[in-house]
C-alpha cells in the first residue's frame, strides 16, 4: 500500500508476488539480544519470586525482553492490541503494563492460557483422589495458580500475601510498589448447549465470553445483558451493536445514525444477499454476519 515494494503479480492462493530488488531495509533487527536485562534467571524468575510466586512456573521469560520485543514494534501505536496465545505466567500483559507506564500509552493485552497442573502436581492429586474440576485440582492449574495472581499483583503493586513490592523496575524510576494504572478482566470459556442455541436463545450467555465484546475491539467494561432484546442490542461505550432481527432494519438504521461512535455492526441473518444489501450503508464501519446459530460463528477447522 506504501509504494515500497512494487506488485509483480499474485500467487494462486492469491497472495501478493512483489519485487524486493530495489528495496534497501532501513534497518535490521537482531535475531539474537545479548542484554543483561534480558536474563530469564534474574529477571524472570527473581520477578515472580518478588510476587510470592516462587516455584509455580519454570523459566518464566523476562518482563524485559518481551517489553523490548513488543516496544520495536509498537512504539509509535499507543493504542495497539497485543494478543497472547499462550500466556504462561503471564509475562506479556506485564511488559505491556510497563510499556505504557513509561510512554503514556493505552496499549491492552488479551492472554489466553489452559489451567492446567503440572505433570507431578497431576500424579499428586490423582493419587489424592483429585481429578480435573474439582476445586483441589483447579486452585494448582495455570491460570488459578500463576498467571492470575501475578496479574493482579503486578497492577496492585503488592505481593500474593499483600505486602507492597519492593524496588524499582528495571532502567526506571517507577517503585514497583505503585503498581499500573491498568485493569483486568478474568474471563472462563466453557461451552453453551447447542440444542438450546436458537435466535435469541443464549444471546445473554454469549456476551459475558469474549466472543462479540472481543471480536468488536473489546472498548469499554464486557457489558451484560438482564434483559435480552428482542429485535437490536446497541453498546455505545463498547462501540458495537446487533441487530437479531433483520425485518427492524429501518429502524436499527436510524437508531445507528444517532450513535457515531459505534465502530463494529453484527446483524444476524442466513442470507448472504440479505446481509449484503443491508450494509451498504454502513460502508464506514466493521460489519459481520452472524448466523441463527451463533455457535456455528465460532467454530473452527469447519466449514460453513
Request: hydrophobic share 40%.
Amino acid at each position: 500500500k506504501n509504494g515500497d515494494f512494487p506488485i509483480v503479480g499474485y500467487a494462486n492462493d492469491g497472495s501478493i508476488i512483489v519485487d524486493e530488488t530495489e528495496y534497501e531495509a532501513k534497518f535490521v533487527p537482531g535475531t539474537q539480544w545479548w542484554i543483561s536485562s534480558h536474563d530469564a534467571t534474574q529477571h524472570g524468575t527473581k520477578v515472580l519470586s518478588a510476587l510470592g510466586l516462587n516455584g509455580r512456573f519454570s523459566f518464566p521469560k523476562s518482563p524485559y525482553a518481551e517489553h523490548d520485543a513488543i516496544r520495536f514494534f509498537v512504539v509509535n501505536k499507543p493504542n495497539a492490541l497485543i494478543v497472547d496465545f499462550f500466556a504462561g505466567s503471564g509475562t506479556t500483559l506485564h511488559a505491556v503494563n510497563l510499556l505504557n507506564a513509561e510512554d503514556g500509552g493505552h496499549r491492552r493485552c488479551i492472554m489466553v492460557t489452559n489451567n492446567e497442573v503440572s505433570d507431578d502436581e497431576s500424579k499428586a492429586l490423582t493419587k489424592q483422589g483429585y481429578h480435573p474440576g474439582d476445586p483441589e485440582w483447579e486452585k494448582l492449574g495455570i491460570a488459578h495458580y500463576v498467571t492470575w495472581p501475578r496479574t493482579v499483583c503486578s497492577i496492585e503493586g503488592h505481593d500474593i500475601n499483600g505486602n507492597p513490592l519492593k524496588g524499582n523496575y528495571l532502567g526506571s524510576d517507577m517503585p514497583m510498589a505503585d503498581g499500573f494504572k491498568a485493569n483486568a478482566v478474568y474471563f472462563k470459556l466453557g461451552f453453551l448447549d447447542k440444542t438450546a442455541v436458537a435466535l435469541g436463545k443464549q444471546f445473554s450467555e454469549m456476551l459475558p465470553l469474549p466472543t462479540l465484546w472481543l471480536k468488536a475491539g473489546a472498548h469499554g467494561p464486557c457489558p451484560k445483558v438482564e434483559n435480552v432484546p428482542m429485535t437490536m442490542a446497541i453498546f455505545e461505550d463498547n462501540r458495537f451493536a446487533v441487530l437479531l432481527d433483520e425485518t427492524a432494519y429501518p429502524e436499527f438504521e436510524v437508531v445507528l445514525s444517532m450513535h457515531p461512535d459505534i465502530e463494529t455492526i453484527y446483524i444476524v441473518t442466513d442470507s448472504e444477499a440479505g446481509y449484503r444489501e443491508m450494509i451498504k450503508g454502513f460502508e464506514d464501519k466493521i460489519t459481520y454476519q452472524l448466523y441463527r446459530d451463533y455457535l456455528d460463528n465460532f467454530r473452527i477447522n469447519i466449514g460453513r
